[in-house]
């Protein structure tokens, strides 16, 4: 059974960094796709990143282009988001998610097969 586990949510104030982490296990992820979402409070799921296990193509929302940056282990099976340059708005819950094969549209949220459990990220003014 696939399983994803998230690490590296915590507080930061605004112009912080902090590094995510998706540890993914059950399979070798040798090809589809990770993503990584976020959820506020009384808001849908938006898509912040995503990356191809093969070749490392990568995707990001307009809002966290020059400032968010993920990368991929294969040999660890980890997907990593490192975020700079953090704003109050980057308040949310993160969610890692994964595709069973590599997918056209990987900014969809309906296209994901698994997801881990979700860790906070709160930025303050």
């Known amino acids: 059974q696939v399983k994803l586990v998230e690490s590296g949510g915590g507080s930061v104030q605004a112009g912080g960094s902090l590094r995510l982490s998706c540890a993914a296990s059950?399979?070798?992820?040798?090809?589809?796709?990770m993503g990584w979402f976020r959820q506020a409070p009384g808001k849908e799921r938006d898509f912040v990143a995503a990356?191809?296990?093969?070749?490392?193509?990568?995707y990001y929302e307009d809002s966290v282009k020059g400032r968010f940056t993920i990368s991929r282990d294969n040999a660890q099976n980890t997907v990593y988001l490192q975020m700079n340059s953090l704003k109050p708005e980057d308040t949310a819950n993160y969610y890692c998610?994964?595709?069973?094969?590599?997918?056209?549209?990987?900014?969809?949220?309906?296209?994901?097969?698994?997801w881990g459990q979700g860790t906070q990220v709160t930025v303050s003014s």
């Open positions: 998610a994964a595709t069973r094969l590599t997918v056209r549209n990987p900014i969809s949220k309906y296209v994901y097969d698994y």
């Open positions: 059950g399979r070798t992820f040798s090809s589809g796709n």
């Open positions: 990356i191809r296990w093969s070749g490392g193509n990568t």
